[in-house]
């Protein structure tokens, strides 16, 4: 049994851009047939337009998709899950969270790093990736053959867990798809679960337009008493090569890692 992690680039983008790229050059070719005048040179420039531009959507969409496959020769994802994984370190008989764990990947790398810890893999699975389930989790697990691992539905702005649960926190490219005002709170509410003395290590689009000014959030981490808090580039060769990173609109990843 292989496990199946999914892609992070959803398929319905692959389909919306060959039926954008269809459907502009067949209007193209009707208005070009059956108009005259005005109004065909416009109307087939801005179709022609749109197919350029459709073509163009289409062909990033196939190159992030190979680029995130698992199977694929970049293997992009692996590479970021196993850089992540790599932060986190649980003493025996602790325990993990990972919030956001769509298929699973990054609550199984981490478990399958830590034997002897207990690791909770937490998301809310939102229409938005409907082929992410808490059942394709656990398969995917069973397939990995690990056991130290649960699954349960939670939302990140509001996690089901008490203050000081975890030894260790984590997620993967999950809040900057959140929508809200305020990215930080989100990120507090995760450290919040945080016990003392434990690590984190938070992997996403750490934009100045998503995030606001993270230099400020994490003077106030130390200010909270955080002893040590660091936000790694990951596009300059840690995760991500820059011209990879740029191509695939991740230039701004980021890794806030630390220590409570």
Known sequence: MKPDYKNWIPKWMLTAGIIGVALSLILLVVFALVLHGVAKIVLCVIFAIAAVLMCVYLAWSVFAYNAFSCDG??????????????????????????????SGALAIAVAKKNPNANVIGCDRWGKEYASFSKLLCKENARAEGIEN????????TALPFEDETFDAVMSNYVYHNIP???????????????KKGGTFAIHDIFSKQKYGDMESFIKKLYDMGYEKVELLDTTDGLFLESKEAKLLMLDASKLLVGKK
């Open 73 to 102: 020769k970049r293997k992009v994802s692996k590479r970021i899950i196993d850089g992540t994984a790599g932060y986190i370190d649980i003493p025996d008989g602790g325990a993990a969270l990972d919030v956001g764990c769509g």
């Open 149 to 156: 691992i649960k699954f349960r539905k939670g939302d990140a």
């Open 180 to 194: 809200t005002n305020d990215r930080q709170a989100i990120l507090l509410e995760t450290l919040r679960t945080l």
